[in-house]
């Protein structure tokens, strides 16, 4: 999920954290391959085990959500106000980052339903993840009921309620107004949050780090109580989950000749390279030499090429909303939680806030800390999470490769909006079509 330290002033990296993603993935299929194939007499004293194990390392990356989510959150929107008093550029650069990151989320809670609808979760497999040990999930009323919800009356209680939605909502509008004190100000009170961040980062890389001995355990009371459904469910949710990031992606091909105005073929061939280096690095920061090059292909101007991407780069992380919303949306669907429509639009205010502070990290430290908060927002339970955390490596390679696709297309179209903005200014019109002509 794009291991991208941002470039806006003051940003303190957050701690390098080393997931063992390999043996991770080992875990799942060794842990799925022994409770399908162990006899009972040696699979049950292994279960009397395992069980408390798995029970236990989920419990260890629960207790790191909301914190984690809060910083990250109020450092992320700081950043992004700080960025926006970049001038006209950047403010236009961040308002079509909110629209790409909001309408993905927007698209996801009405094309994954489709999706899964057309495509059902395979036979059996309904109930495969949906074994690993869940709590309740925390229901969600209708929508006027919802809508109340957003503003809590103690963002304490709502904490310890596990309301986490206004929790989010409330932290985003405490960073909002961080944001506009002066800086002497927010400095001081930033430091906070970023200390929050850094520890918690510390303790999920703890955590991860024995994601191998968590998903063994879990994985073999998966299998044993649903067979081969297992690994069926595994080869769907990946599916499904790459086919919403490639719609990410493809849009961002429409909206290349339609908005940057670009030829198809011409935008196609610039990104070839940069595609490459994003599935051979999984990183937009890897690929930010080879989108600048496709971005001087396209004719770019380096003035805006050199602004833009970086600060997307840092930002944008276009194929997470969609992404991580349709992760939730089918543990949602594995786990019985009803898709209401105040279910789905607690999704996509969750999934686009949380974005905006998504750790510049690995894939599956992000993975656990963007998704979690909007399962939790949804009342869907996270922990079909801990066993799918162990095949995210499989699409992020549609993550990187939407984004660095997104990324550039943002740069282009921005610089078209400044191309015709200077020729309105020079020639007095006030007709954007007729600029758009002389471009």
Known sequence: MNATPTDL????????????????????GAGLAAGLFLPPPVLA????????????????????ILPLVVSLLVIG?????????????????????????VGGAVMAA????????LFPIPGTAATALSAVPTPAGQALPGVGAFLSSLVPDNVFASAAGGAVLPVIVFFALFAAALGRLPAPTRRAVLPLFEGVAAAMMIVIG??????????????????????????????????????????????GYALAVLGARLPLGA?????????AVALSTQS????????????????????????????????????????????????????????????????????SLTTLGAPSISGTVSYISSIGPIALAMGVPVAPLALLVAVEMLPDLMRTLGNVCM?????ATVDRWNRRDAVLQASGARDPVQSDRVL
Request: proline content about 6%; glycine content about 8%.
């Open 77 to 101: 929107v700081v950043r992004t106000i700080e960025a926006a008093r970049g001038g006209a550029t950047a403010r236009r650069t961040l308002g079509l980052i909110v629209a790409f990151l």
């Open 206 to 251: 703890w955590v991860l780090a024995l994601a191998p001995i968590g998903v063994l355990a879990l994985s073999l009371g998966v299998a044993a109580k649903t067979g081969a459904a297992a690994f069926a469910v595994l080869a769907h949710y990946i599916a499904v989950v790459s086919a919403v990031g490639g719609v990410v992606m493809l849009a």
């Open 284 to 351: 937009s920061l890897a690929s930010l030499p080879a989108m600048l090059a496709a971005c001087r292909r396209l004719g770019v101007r380096e003035s805006s090429a050199d602004f833009v991407l970086p600060l997307a780069v840092a930002l944008f992380r276009a194929t997470g909303p969609a992404m991580n919303l349709a992760v939730a949306i089918y543990v949602a669907r594995l786990t019985g939680v009803a898709l209401t429509p105040a279910v789905l639009a607690a999704g996509v205010v969750a999934a």
């Open 110 to 117: 009405l094309a994954t339903p489709l999706l899964l609808a």
């Open 267 to 275: 935008y196609a061939r610039a990104l070839l390279p940069v595609e």
């Open 9 to 28: 002033p003051g940003d303190a990296p957050l701690p390098e954290i080393t997931v063992p993603t390999g043996w991770t993935l080992a875990a799942l």
């Open 407 to 411: 990324d550039v297309l943002l740069a």
């Open 45 to 64: 004293p292994l279960l009397a085990v395992a069980a408390p194990i798995g029970e236990l390392w989920l419990k260890g990356l629960q207790m790191t």
